[in-house]
């Protein structure tokens, strides 16, 4: 056991707590049932990649699951797979490509934990077309504070099942997950980039592509405003077909070997600060114009809107390649929120969104467009048949509690618009906000769950005491 500081990935939630490191799934479920047995508030961690507090809090036994990376069974006949807790995107993907398969659903960071996505229900660039990752898993074995171990599917213990994924690891720990992976007919994917001049060309031309593209996602310039507000560039992917790539079993193999690319490699090379702090000023304001106005300049110029090839991991984790990126964000770090909003609304909603932002003086430095689909299968999701916008706001020491009732606002007008917010990215929603957003049964369901696999409340994390606790509370009564 050691004592540490663990942040959340945007680095403004910190806590300090004792992290066991268990190197074997037998020794998670036992340290989860003896701190139960000892009355001991245990936090579940994996790849630290939620934003803010959903896995980290302050004082309580982090039992990290991130050394408990083997791949337990693979069948390339069927795409069945079956994995420990810690496997990461990237290495779930490394051991399946070069059999033809690839993860159905993947966040935009490869090192994120099957236990992560799991228990955050991700989504991907493809989720108005391929449904979350929950939709993917076959079955999972769930140690819980009892020290009971539950393997759940659709058929067995099905409660539990559409509850623990998306539970946020508030339910039990997840040992093992079987899961559905996806053809893959080739290592490498056409991509293109178009611009949109508003955010009504922007949200058109996602509706256009839907019916053709793979994965989809907008970069929203979060500086133009009046009738350029949200204007943006739209990337579309689309998987080849096995007569499209006649070099399909070398691409296969090569996809992950190759990436990321060797300039890119020199550049992680560099000693660590040297990139972000190069890149700090791009997190002020007039750097965050700067930024928005060269991104777009490129993504709009003659020439630009053409596809090319490229590989899986170039075309799912851009963000990856630049090392330390989040550091740039130094000192106060960065806040995401990330609001889910349905279709007919998504205009409207964005629109006060991005206004409210900017007359606030707080233009995010980041916005990012996705097309989602509801997933009401499970017990908390956040997902509904629309659009998700995510804006990134950079966290200045001086201007934090004004940038604090800001997101109190933004998070307002996203239930006012009858939508939703996303426990992974979420740090700034409040119990009442929670409770707008869930429906009272599915709350009341959570709840009698909770009472119930884990009646002492071991198993807790900074979201829990912020917002999900106090949410539930009404409704066990
Ligand atoms: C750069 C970046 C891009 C991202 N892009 C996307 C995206 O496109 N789509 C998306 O949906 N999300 C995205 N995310 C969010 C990320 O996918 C989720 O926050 C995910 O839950 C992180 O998983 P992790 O392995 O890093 O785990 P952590 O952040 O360590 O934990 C996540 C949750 O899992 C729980 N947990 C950990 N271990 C276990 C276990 N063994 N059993 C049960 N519960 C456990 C924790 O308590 C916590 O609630 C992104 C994050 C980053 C940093």
């Known amino acids: 056991m050691t004592e540490r500081e663990l942040t959340g990935w945007g680095l403004r939630n910190v806590a300090h707590a004792p992290v066991v490191t268990p190197q074997s799934v037998d020794a998670l479920a036992q340290a989860l049932a003896q701190a139960a047995g000892e009355r001991q508030t245990v936090c579940l961690r994996a790849g630290g990649g939620s934003y803010g507090d959903a896995a980290l809090l302050d004082g309580a036994l982090t039992l990290d699951s991130s050394a408990l990376d083997q791949i337990l069974a693979w069948d390339a006949t069927t795409g069945v797979v079956t994995v420990a807790p810690g496997v990461t995107v990237e290495r779930l993907w490394r051991r399946i490509l070069p059999d033809g398969w690839r993860p159905a659903v993947v966040p935009g960071r490869s090192a994120v934990t099957m236990a992560g996505a799991a228990a955050a229900n991700i989504h991907g660039k493809n989720n108005w077309r391929t449904g979350c990752f929950g939709d993917h898993v076959i079955s999972f074995e769930l140690a819980l504070p009892s020290g009971e171990r539950i393997t759940c599917s659709r058929a067995s213990h099905p409660d539990l099942f559409a509850a623990a994924i998306g539970g946020m690891g508030l339910l039990g720990a997840f040992t093992s997950l079987t899961m559905q992976t996806a053809r893959a007919a080739s290592g490498l994917v056409a991509e293109r980039q178009t611009a949109h001049g508003s955010l009504a060309a922007l949200l058109a031309a996602f509706e256009a592509a839907k019916g053709s593209a793979t994965d989809l996602v907008g970069w929203v310039d979060t500086s133009a405003r009046g009738a350029a507000l949200g204007r943006g560039l739209l990337g579309e992917t689309r998987e080849l077909a096995a007569d499209e790539d006649p ?231």
């Open 247 to 477: 070099h399909a079993a070398e691409t296969l193999r090569s996809a992950w070997e190759r990436w990321p690319s060797l300039p890119v490699r020199l550049l992680r090379a560099l000693p660590t600060p040297v990139i972000p702090t190069l890149a700090r000023p791009l997190t002020h304001p007039a750097g965050v114009w700067l930024a928005n106005r060269a991104q777009w300049e490129r993504g709009s110029r003659a020439g630009a809107g053409h596809w090319r090839r490229i590989s899986y991991p170039a075309a799912n984790f851009p963000l990856d390649v630049i090392p330390n990126w989040r550091d740039t964000y130094r000192p106060g770090g960065l806040i995401q929120q990330q609001a889910f909003i349905p279709a007919a609304q998504a205009q409207a909603a964005f629109t006060q969104l991005l206004t409210r932002a900017q007359a606030a003086g707080h233009t995010p430095s980041l916005g990012v467009l996705k097309a989602q689909r509801a997933a009401d299968d499970f017990t908390l999701s956040y997902l509904v048949d629309g659009y998700s916008l995510a804006l990134d706001f950079p966290v200045l020491r001086r201007s934090e509690a004004d940038l604090l009732k800001l997101l109190h606002t933004l998070n307002d007008i996203t239930l006012d618009f009858g939508g939703r917010l996303y426990f992974a990215k979420d740090s700034t929603a409040t119990a009442e906000q929670v409770a707008r957003m869930l429906a009272p049964a599915n709350l009341a369901q959570f709840a009698a769950l909770k009472a119930r696999v884990d009646p002492h409340e071991t198993l807790q994390s900074g979201l829990y005491r912020r917002a999900l606790r106090p949410a539930l509370r009404p409704a066990i009564r």
